[in-house]
């Protein structure tokens, strides 16, 4: 027996059908018999409102997965931690043992060894005496704090403050690092501070792994005639830096046309603030303020050389939404790939 199929039109369906509009997203699905209409596709399958359906929780989801993420991978790094501007800053590298700056003290950066204070201000340096005493309490290793030269004493007397009104030890060894000088925090690892543009005293940090190359007159010997030299005395080798990780603090973009700051501009992660991202504040504002605006970093774009850049300080005033907007702008322009540290801000997903 032949089944004839009737031929199944749209033409008498309203326009206000999704398959009428011009961004519908999906094909009109079809049997064999001719297309399958609107109507029965609603009646018959519920197929559209599942769809719809779909998205939304999948749209849920992604921004839930945003809001909720904790920590960046980069480069063979992990960034952690949160900034937010006027708040608290605290970003944190495992791999390193290393914090930057220290506002409030949360309970990852008790076990990293190495503290590196950019300046002066509450929500960059408050928890500091917190994170001395904790990893006493924990018996931890007294760590090491680098600081400013200029704030070097008054972070003396806050301890010795903190000291007498508590009766507690609180060790800890205390770094006043110049601009342009180097500290070795082990044997293949150094710190070197550069000179960042702030409303008072401050400086960023560049952080070099060490490794040493056999020297050029050296290349064309064999394994044992570099061993005889080696166990004679003479130095085979050159000592070769490499920048890894450059964290700014905050700062005018004044360090980008800065020639002492090439490392930053050229270390694997530049981990950056971005106060301002859009037209309700100016840069202009941004600069009375000593921070830096989103479009200065675009307007410099051209000096970057790093292979990731880590966004963060943002104000408060912005959402994750907001964020993820600059974030595209800046990628745009850059081939390093380019990330926010959102953790803190609150989403529309909330």
Same mark, same amino acid.
């Given at each position: ?9 749209? &033409? ?44 939304? @929780? ?94 070097? @004493? ?29 500290? @070795? ?7 070197? &501070? ?37 166990? &004679? ?118």
């Amino acid at each position: 027996m032949q089944l004839i199929c009737p031929q199944i039109t749209v &033409s008498n369906l309203p326009n206000l059908s999704p398959f009428h509009h011009p961004n519908f997203p999906f094909p009109i699905p079809h049997n064999k018999c001719g297309p399958v209409t609107a109507s029965a596709v609603v009646k018959g399958s519920g197929f559209l409102s599942a769809i719809g359906r779909t998205i939304e @929780e999948e749209e849920y989801r992604k921004a839930r997965a945003e809001v909720n993420r904790k920590g960046l991978g980069l480069e063979g790094y992990s960034i952690e931690g949160l900034s937010i501007g006027g708040h608290e800053t605290c970003v944190i590298v495992p791999e390193l043992k290393s914090a930057f700056d220290i506002g409030r003290c949360p309970s990852r950066a008790v076990h990293q060894n190495f503290v590196f204070i950019t300046h002066a201000h509450l929500d960059h340096i408050g928890g500091l005496p917190m994170y001395v005493a904790t990893r006493g309490l924990y018996s931890l290793k007294p760590p090491t704090v680098v600081v400013h030269p200029g704030i070097k @004493e008054d972070v003396e007397r806050l301890f010795d403050i903190h000291r007498a009104m508590g009766q507690v030890e609180l060790n800890f060894d205390l770094v006043a690092l110049d601009v342009g000088e180097t500290y @070795e925090m082990r044997n293949d690892l150094v710190v070197r &501070s550069f000179k960042t543009h702030h409303v008072i005293p401050s400086q960023g940090y560049v952080i070099y792994s060490v490794r040493k190359k056999l020297k050029k007159q050296y290349m064309h010997l064999k394994g044992t005639q570099i061993e005889k030299l080696k166990k &004679s005395g003479v130095e085979i080798t050159d000592t070769i830096l490499c920048p890894e990780v450059a964290f700014t603090g905050d700062t005018m973009s004044d360090f980008f046309l800065d020639p002492r700051s090439a490392d930053a501009l050229r270390a694997k992660i530049l981990i950056t603030e971005a106060t301002f991202l859009d037209e309700s504040v100016s840069a202009e504002h941004a600069r009375e303020h000593g921070h830096t605006h989103l479009f200065e970093i675009i307007e410099h774009a051209k000096w970057i050389r790093n292979k990731a850049i880590v966004l963060t300080h943002f104000s408060s005033r912005y959402d994750i939404e907001d964020i993820r907007q600059a974030q595209s702008k800046l990628q745009s322009k850059v081939s390093a790939k380019v990330v926010a540290l959102t953790e803190g801000f609150k989403s529309k997903y909330s």
